[in-house]
């Protein structure tokens, strides 16, 4: 594999005085943008020119993830062109939630041959049921299959976000990309940080990802009690404090969701992954310290067993959540995940709404707050 790695910025423009030539048909271009870029769409169009035969996908994010470096109104670049692997790339347009299962059964079928080895998945992150969506995918694609990716941001607006489909961006899309061959090496991380506190509480009425009432109370009201003045930033605040659940008392593994929208007419709250009816629920919090050690969990579980002779591509996909957080230290983050991957990776990614990884391993799950990599390389 042959791999470079770029940005640009509406002041100072591309950071490479020429696009690599690396065009091919077995070349993936990853793009991660700033919400703007919906609009502005001129250095979108100059990649398509520099690449016509490669395969172009990205979306837009709440914050662009550049080697250690978290930018804003850019766009991060990775080129990467497989020697002994092949990707091709699918697409679905997604209009609201209840599209999610269908799209991603639909694209798991069209990926779903022999020789894949994964699939890399972005998609619309408000018209999006992300349960949903890894639920489609799980129908189809067997469990050793690696499925990773995440949902499109839009800062902490919660307006409108894009993915790249046929070379432009557009709203109410996902697209897949599989990967292909013997010699490809895809590994993944995922880890939080949070700390639980406060009561466990049952949810007691619910709707896929509509979460209506906790212990029989409105859950709109119970967060604005948490929240105090902060109630008023409704929805973006309602990241400071996410949701860990689990199915029953038994249950060791924790998920994590986070706020999309709330209805106040209704008093409800709706989440980028389901909620079940009868679940546990508990509110969590920040801790700094232990949200930059859980990216470099992350990190250490993505840089995988064995030694890699050529380019690794990490893909760093990290929740607005934690961004929103962490503030100023954000590039802890971003930095401890280098530290930890196998030396000279190179890295992009984005702040998401949501994250697709495995737990730990099996088949994927939609997760919140977390820090997920992926890493892709040839041996």
């Not at 659940?245 to 998920?255: A, C, E, M, P, V």
Request: charged share 20%; aromatic share 8%; glycine share 12%.
């Amino acid at each position: 594999m042959q791999l470079s790695t770029f940005s640009f910025e509406l002041e100072h423009g591309w950071s490479v005085k020429a696009f690599p030539d690396l065009d091919s048909e077995q070349t993936l271009v990853m793009v991660y943008g700033a919400p703007e870029y919906l609009s502005k769409t001129a250095p979108l169009s100059e990649l398509m020119a520099a690449y016509p035969r490669s395969k172009l996908v990205g979306c837009s994010t709440a914050g662009e993830i550049a080697g250690p470096l978290v930018n804003d109104v850019s766009l991060s670049v990775a080129v990467a062109r497989f020697e002994r692997s092949e990707v091709a790339v699918v697409s679905a347009e997604i209009r609201q939630a209840t599209d999610s299962y269908a799209a991603c059964e639909q694209l798991a079928r069209q990926l779903a041959r022999q020789g894949l080895r994964g699939v890399f998945v972005l998609s619309d992150g408000l018209n999006v049921n992300g349960s949903e969506l890894v639920k489609g995918l799980n129908s189809i694609l067997p469990a050793d299959i690696v499925v990773t990716g995440g949902l499109a941001g839009d800062g902490d607006r919660f307006q409108r976000t894009w993915v790249i489909r046929n070379g432009r961006p557009e709203p109410g899309v996902i697209t897949a990309t599989g990967f292909y061959g013997q010699r490809l090496r895809i590994t993944h991380g995922s880890r939080g940080g949070w700390d639980v506190f406060g009561p466990e509480r049952r949810v007691t009425r619910s709707q896929g990802n509509i979460l209506y009432e906790l212990d029989g109370k409105p859950v709109l009201e119970l967060y604005k009690q948490y929240l105090g003045e902060r109630a008023s930033g409704l929805p973006a605040t309602g990241l400071l404090f996410p949701l860990a659940i689990r199915k029953d008392g038994s249950d060791t593994r924790q998920l994590v969701r986070t706020t999309l929208a709330v209805d106040e007419i209704n008093q409800s709250m709706t989440f980028a992954g389901d909620v079940p009816k009868g679940y546990l629920a508990q509110l969590m919090r920040a801790n700094f310290d232990r949200l930059v050690g859980g990216a470099g969990a992350a990190a250490e579980q993505a840089k995988g067993n064995g030694a890699v002779a050529g380019p690794v591509l990490a893909v760093a996909i990290s929740c607005v959540g934690r961004r929103l957080v962490l503030g100023e230290r954000t590039e802890e983050e971003t930095e401890v995940t280098l530290e930890n991957l196998l030396p000279g990776t190179q890295q992009v990614g984005f702040y998401s709404y949501g994250e697709i990884s495995p737990y730990t391993t099996g088949i994927c799950d939609l997760h919140n707050q977390t820090m997920t990599l992926t890493t892709f390389s040839e041996t």
